[in-house]
């Protein structure tokens, strides 16, 4: 044994490759993980002064049956639905879920996950605020506890991602309102927080090029999760403006077109597909709110429960796994086209 001395399985963890759980796992019955792993480890513990803390290894190994799942506001009627699938799934797993919302806040989110920390959780689901997450910090949480993302996803962090197919959702609803009507222009925030609104942004520019048509971006100026408000205050100067290329308007996710459908009804505007209206409007995801609009909204829906079933029992396999996986995973689940009164 030589180098310099180690302090903590921290350390050893990073200086080995290989997971804190799977070394506790090692130190508490060697014979639990794979041969390969345990070659792996006792040539590191050879090359280096580390001698573990059996007692904390006792303790970090008594996991509860706690899964933590992080939404990024629980107030949207969206995240509340999918979350409350999840909780549905992991109840019948004989699993315990716990549930927080970040309310939009990188800070939030961060404690979130660091007060799942403190009770041991066997793992956790993320749905992660996106671009202002913290991303070294997130990385840093998955790379202790196992965690699945699932609605947004971030390339570098967790080992795997749940979530809807943008290219084919957005596909599809393009195709439908180029078909039906005059082709839709692209109504999205200038600075979204989701990943998603990326994703949807580029596979319109795509789905409308392909068809041969010209993309038009509507950027709305605003940040942050008031997504109804920027709807419908950067509505109002759309309507005002009056400088569409066409009457159809496809928005980035629904409640930006509850917002929008606002500002068009304030405005004196008819919105619809039937004799004597001005301007179609289209959203995605299939908000619970979306049914209730005037006019009702027609949008692509989220397989909510595919997305909640698949992240869970990912998650599981996880937890179940000795080590974690060397490829981070992905599953993405086509969305389904809700033709209604809007467009």
């Not at 280096?48 to 059996?54: F, K």
């Not at 990326?198 to 709305?220: C, D, N, T, V």
Request: overall charge negative; proline content about 5%.
């Amino acid at each position: 044994m030589g180098g310099t001395k180690i302090k903590n399985m921290e350390e050893f963890s990073a200086i080995c490759g290989i997971s804190r759980p799977t070394l506790s796992k090692f130190f508490n019955d060697p014979e639990s993980v794979r041969a390969s792993t345990r070659k792996r480890i006792e040539e590191a513990l050879e090359q280096h002064d580390y001698q573990p803390n059996l007692y904390a290894v006792n303790q970090n190994r008594r996991l509860t049956k706690n899964i933590g799942i992080v939404v990024p506001y629980l107030a949207d009627p969206f995240f509340a639905k999918i979350a409350r699938t999840i909780e549905e799934h992991i109840f019948e797993t004989g699993f315990r879920p716990v549930l927080l919302g970040s309310h939009g806040s990188a800070a939030l989110e961060i404690a979130n996950l660091e007060n799942l920390r403190s009770i041991k959780p066997a793992g956790v689901l993320l749905a992660p605020l996106g671009r202002a997450s913290d991303h070294e910090k997130l990385e840093a949480f998955c790379k202790d506890i196992p965690t699945v993302l699932f609605d947004a996803n971030i390339d570098t962090i967790g080992e795997a991602f749940v979530g809807s197919n943008n290219e084919q959702s957005i596909g599809l609803i393009v195709d439908y309102l180029c078909r039906t009507g005059e082709p839709p222009s692209f109504f999205e925030m200038k600075s979204p927080t989701n990943p998603n609104a990326f994703k949807r942004r580029s596979s319109y520019i795509s789905a409308m090029e392909k068809l041969g048509h010209r993309p038009h971006l509507i950027q709305a100026e605003g940040e942050g999760w008031e997504f109804e408000e920027i709807g419908f205050r950067e509505g109002m100067r759309v309507v005002r403006d009056r400088n569409l290329p066409t009457n159809t308007i496809l928005c980035s996710n629904d409640r930006l077109a509850i917002g929008l459908l606002s500002a068009a009804c304030e405005s004196g505007l008819r919105v619809g597909i039937g004799e004597g209206c001005e301007l179609r409007v289209a959203g995605h995801d299939d908000h619970p709110f979306s049914r209730y609009t005037c006019p009702t909204l027609t949008t692509v829906s989220q397989d909510y429960e595919a997305i909640a079933k698949k992240s869970a029992s990912v998650l599981l396999e996880m937890i179940e796994a000795d080590e974690p996986s060397d490829s981070r995973g992905e599953t993405l689940f086509d969305g389904r086209l809700i033709m209604r009164s809007s467009a």
